[in-house]
């Protein structure tokens, strides 16, 4: 017999490809900052990087401004999953010890969102520079090589940060209703009016490893420490949760 842990990171990956939801939210991290990426840099992408103050990094890296709200739908959609038809208890059935099932179903979120994200990351990053022209720059371009690795990072924390929201709310709908506005509007309008608290915002911190020479008040690893530390603060919730609740 395998051991529990073993069994459980097993059950949680099947889960994973299985729910078409989950599957397919995933696989648009991929394929929306590529497709992004590609129409970007193919319209508009040369006249931005032509800017005085333009960064050639923060600019190739744009689209996965798109990603994340798809890594942000799969952390949502692989814990509300859990929450319909009772699936929990089911799942709680296979594995009771509740911090076993927790743990194994944020390390599959966690893994499966870092490896799109890795992917998005480079593959986006090179098909979006062939479209570049004399503006192109490669994986040697200061800063760029970082943000391909940090991409994946990223994109996994936002999509853990999501998960344990999840948790806690137990509706991938009011997650999504509250982090992509969030992300979209409230985080660039609290930049506009106090930019030091907006560099301390989950998105906001993190993207600073996108910035060829960061300026706000973090640095592209010290960015990311920030929104893990929100990650860890909303999975520690969502245990809370999953811990205290009745199925």
Same mark, same amino acid.
């Given at each position: 017999?395998?051991?529990?842990?073993?069994?459980?990171?097993?059950?949680?990956?099947?889960?994973?490809?299985?729910?078409?939801?989950?599957?397919?939210?995933?696989?648009?991290?991929?394929?929306?900052?590529?497709?992004?990426?590609?129409?970007?840099?193919?319209?508009?992408?040369?006249?931005?990087?032509?800017?005085?103050?333009?960064?050639?990094?923060?600019?190739?890296?744009?689209?996965?401004?798109?990603?994340?709200?798809?890594?942000?739908?799969?952390?949502?959609?692989?814990?509300?999953?859990?929450?319909?038809?009772?699936?929990?208890?089911?799942?709680?059935?296979?594995?009771?010890?509740?911090?076993?099932?927790?743990?194994?179903?944020?390390?599959?979120?966690?893994?499966?969102?870092?490896?799109?994200?890795?992917?998005?990351?480079?593959?986006?990053?090179?098909?979006?520079?062939?479209?570049?022209?004399?503006?192109?720059?490669?994986?040697?371009?200061?800063?760029?090589?970082?943000?391909?690795?940090?991409? /994946?990072?990223?994109?996994? =924390?936002?999509?853990?940060? %999501?998960?344990?929201?999840? !948790? @806690? $709310?137990?509706?991938?709908? *009011?997650?999504?209703?509250?982090?992509?506005?969030?992300?979209?509007?409230?985080?660039?309008?609290?930049?506009?009016?106090?930019?030091?608290?907006?560099?301390?915002?989950?998105?906001?911190?993190?993207?600073?490893?996108?910035?060829?020479?960061?300026?706000?008040?973090? /640095?592209?690893?010290?960015? =990311?420490?920030?929104?893990? %530390?929100?990650?860890?603060? !909303? @999975? $520690?919730?969502?245990?809370? *949760?999953?811990?205290?609740?009745?199925?």
């Amino acid at each position: 017999m395998s051991h529990p842990a073993v069994a459980a990171l097993r059950s949680e990956w099947i889960k994973t490809r299985s729910v078409r939801a989950v599957q397919g939210s995933l696989s648009a991290v991929i394929a929306v900052t590529v497709v992004v990426s590609v129409l970007y840099s193919a319209t508009i992408g040369q006249s931005e990087i032509n800017q005085p103050d333009a960064d050639p990094v923060l600019n190739a890296f744009y689209p996965l401004n798109f990603g994340q709200i798809a890594a942000i739908a799969f952390g949502a959609t692989a814990l509300s999953s859990e929450f319909a038809g009772g699936a929990l208890r089911v799942s709680l059935s296979a594995v009771p010890r509740r911090h076993l099932f927790y743990a194994s179903k944020m390390v599959v979120v966690g893994l499966s969102a870092w490896t799109a994200g890795e992917a998005a990351g480079l593959v986006g990053f090179l098909s979006g520079q062939l479209f570049m022209g004399e503006f192109a720059i490669g994986l040697g371009h200061p800063g760029a090589l970082r943000a391909v690795l940090g991409s /994946g990072v990223y994109l996994a =924390l936002m999509a853990l940060f %999501a998960a344990g929201l999840t !948790a @806690l $709310l137990r509706s991938a709908v *009011a997650v999504m209703s509250i982090l992509i506005p969030f992300i979209l509007i409230v985080s660039f309008v609290v930049g506009d009016v106090s930019a030091g608290v907006a560099d301390f915002m989950p998105d906001r911190a993190g993207q600073a490893i996108f910035h060829q020479n960061p300026t706000g008040s973090l /640095g592209p690893w010290s960015g =990311l420490a920030v929104t893990a %530390a929100w990650s860890a603060a !909303a @999975l $520690l919730a969502g245990w809370w *949760a999953i811990r205290t609740r009745d199925v």
